[in-house]
């Protein structure tokens, strides 16, 4: 399994980052990785859940690591 990185910011301060699984496969198969959209609402999930972010999650921005 591979993992991608999902950082959130509030201006230049980092709120949290989390780590989301993308599957490997035995025969390098391909698989689409999770659309940026798709992670970016898991992360304002999680961001609300946790009490960091509420919606509509104004001047938060996401950077997404992506693994090589």
């Not at 950082?7 to 025969?27: A, D, I, K, Q, V």
């Not at 798709?38 to 950077?63: S, V």
Request: net charge negative; aromatic share 10%.
């Amino acid at each position: 399994m591979r993992q991608i990185l999902v950082h959130c910011f509030r201006g230049n301060t980092l709120l949290r980052s989390y780590e989301f699984g993308w599957p490997e496969t035995m025969n390098d198969a391909a698989v689409s990785r999770p659309t940026t959209e798709h992670l970016e609402a898991e992360a304002k999930t999680n961001l609300t859940n946790e009490g960091l972010a509420r919606p509509p999650y104004d001047g938060i921005t996401f950077k997404i690591d992506y693994p090589r």
